[in-house]
């Protein structure tokens, strides 16, 4: 079991830069493939990125790649998205999930094992 809780949400300028983190509890977080979903109001949970358990891979969704960076602290129990040069449309509800596959290279949110709670991301014009 993993629990995931998510923080560094909040309101930006458009333009303007915010660092989420996402803590995870147990000893097994280093087992696990990381990835960052977000999902805007009447809108489908959309894929952001994802890290290995090693952070040997890492992919982006083209909707943020060059802007949004994933790393990860195994010692800290902690993945990170740093998101610069926020736009409007990158409003959204932020959320970290883990997949068991360690080596998992999947952007299906249906294929990750545990969610966080989520945290709000406003971006303004």
């Known amino acids: 079991q993993v629990q995931l809780v998510e923080s560094g949400g909040g309101l930006v300028q458009a333009g303007g830069y915010l660092r989420l983190s996402c803590a995870a509890s147990g000893r097994t977080f280093s087992t696990y493939a990381m990835g960052w979903f977000r999902q805007a109001p009447s809108k489908e949970r959309e894929f952001l990125t994802r890290i290995t358990r090693n952070g040997g891979s890492i992919d982006y969704a083209d909707s943020v790649k060059g802007r949004f960076t994933i790393s990860r602290d195994n010692a800290k129990n902690t993945v990170y998205l740093q998101m610069n040069s926020l736009q409007p449309e990158d409003t959204a509800v932020y959320y970290c999930?883990?997949?068991?596959?360690?080596?998992?290279?999947?952007?299906?949110?249906?294929?990750?094992?545990?969610w966080g709670q989520g945290t709000q991301v406003t971006v303004s014009s």
């Open positions: 999930a883990a997949d068991g596959r360690g080596w998992g290279t999947t952007r299906l949110s249906s294929e990750y094992d545990y």
